[in-house]
């Protein structure tokens, strides 16, 4: 367990790093984090050591478990053996699409999860769950779904590392973006600046659902700065390398 101490920890410099390194205009730079569910699952260790070996240094781990979504994905286990697999490198960042998050985090960081963001509409005591996540070592997160008003993540906006806008309704595939989330990510794009201009803690701002080439800069203009991206990169059209050149290519266009 100590061997991951120091990479979750590395989680909050790294964070901390890359919110200065966005300097004064944070639309600049994107953090992309590969959704490994979207890779081939029976080589789900291959296609995580691919994604690294392209560059990409966050993981993100879709955790469902058939209750609060139907779908049911991975647990602490799987994730134990992908540390093992990939080395303290990465940051794993887990979405708990789960009802217990509350009893069960602690199995996350201890199976090697650097980042744990955890469903509002599934949490009762919020407040209490974002800090014992902290104080595990690990980055807390909070996920909001498209239905959800911002409200609610502008009461913990000081308590978090990260959040998670959801594009689209989590748990089922083929969805369509909903671009009515636009306003709800330039609420929190203002909030964020302002809450770092008194001095207070940066907040990485992420959406996931229908992130593709032909929006990614859009959202990046919206004020993301951390894009949760699947089939746009696990596909059958190109390498996960090759895939994420066109990516940065859309970003710099």
Known sequence: MMSFLSSRNRFRENNAHEARGLGKDKRDSMIIAPSVLTADLAALGN????????????LHLDVMDGNFVPNLTFGPPVIKQLRKHLGEGP???AHLMIENAETMY????????????VHVEAVTHLHRLLH??????????IVLNPATPVDI???VLPDVDLILIMSVNPGFGGQSFIPTVEAKIR??????????AAGGRDVQLQIDGGVKTHNIAMLREWGVTNAVVGSGLFNDRGSVAENLTTLHEALNV
């Open 132 to 141: 014992a996540i902290r104080d595990a070592g690990a980055g807390a997160g």
């Open 187 to 196: 609420k929190l794009r203002k909030a964020i600046d302002q809450q770092v």
């Open 153 to 155: 993540a502008l009461e």
């Open 106 to 117: 602690q199995d996350y960081i201890d199976a090697g999860c650097n980042h744990l963001s």
């Open 47 to 58: 296609a995580c050591q691919e994604a690294v070996s392209a560059g990409l240094d966050w």
């Open 91 to 93: 940051v794993f960042d």
